[in-house]
């Protein structure tokens, strides 16, 4: 069992950055393969960028690609998206997740657990 508490999220211009954090609970961290997805309002959830359990192995949405990076620290129990340039239409509420296995997913169906959300708004 995990849990997962994102932070990090508020109003930037356009072009500012943004690091989101998601903090797990549990000893088992660095078992679980993470992902970070956002939700516009009116729009599906849509998958952001996706970390292996290694954490050699990254995947990002072509939207995100060369803005956004994630990344890991299994002694603090924290995922990070470090979010850089940002545009009005990264506007959403960002979730991190997490899967008991060695290899990320696309799909946020194969993600067991969830975090509550953080709000990005970007201004233009």
């Known amino acids: 069992q995990v849990q997962l508490v994102e932070s990090g999220g508020g109003l930037v211009q356009a072009g500012g950055s943004l690091r989101l954090s998601c903090a797990a609970s549990g000893r088992t961290f660095s078992s679980y393969a993470l992902g970070w997805f956002r939700q516009a309002p009116g729009k599906a959830r849509e998958f952001v960028a996706a970390d292996s359990q290694s954490g050699v192995n990254t995947y990002y949405a072509e939207s995100v690609k060369g803005r956004f990076t994630i990344s890991r620290d299994n002694a603090k129990n924290t995922v990070y998206l470090q979010m850089n340039d940002l545009k009005p239409e990264d506007t959403a509420v960002y979730y991190c997740?997490?899967?008991?296995?060695?290899?990320?997913?696309?799909?946020?169906?194969?993600?067991?657990?969830w975090g509550q959300g953080t709000q990005v708004t970007v201004s233009s």
């Open positions: 997740a997490a899967r008991p296995r060695t290899k990320y997913a696309l799909q946020d169906k194969s993600y067991d657990y």
